[in-house]
Nanobody
Framework: VQLQASGGGSVQPGGSLTLSCKTH????????TGWFRQAPGKEREDAAC??????YYVSSAKGRFTISGDRVKEMVYLQMNNLKPEDTAVYYC???????????????????WGQGTQVTSPA
């Protein structure tokens, strides 16, 4: 299993970014795959999750973030709009064990993730 995130950057509040994740080695439709983020000194926060084309979001991301996947291209995306300073973090693309269901309360047992990508929206 391989995952590689890219697309981070620095964007003024209110701006947009799209993160991309190249995956390999598993079926995107069958495994809960998503994006979690971690800011310095804070715990992991699960931002969004996708399984079998059903998407789930942490409350702070609802209406602003959109997760999508392309099984053929083995890609997962996170479109982020109306970015806020509190979105500043390193974002990781990750996938979970077989049978896990999507949730964004921090309990999803992600088992594989790649190098993260920094997203900054300065205050």
């Amino acid at each position: 299993v391989q995952l590689q995130a890219s697309g981070g950057g620095s964007v003024q509040p209110g701006g947009s970014l799209t993160l991309s994740c190249k995956t390999h080695g598993f079926n995107l439709d069958m495994y809960a795959t998503g994006w979690f983020r971690q800011a310095p000194g804070k715990e992991r926060e699960d931002a969004a999750c996708l399984r079998n084309r059903n998407a789930y979001y942490v409350s702070s991301a609802k209406g602003r973030f959109t997760i999508s996947g392309d099984r053929v291209k083995e890609m997962v995306y996170l479109q982020m709009n109306n970015l806020k300073p509190e979105d500043t973090a390193v974002y990781y693309c990750a996938t979970s064990p077989w049978g896990a269901t999507c949730r964004t309360d921090g309990s999803l047992p992600y088992e594989s993730w790649g190098q993260g990508t920094q997203v900054t929206s300065p205050a």
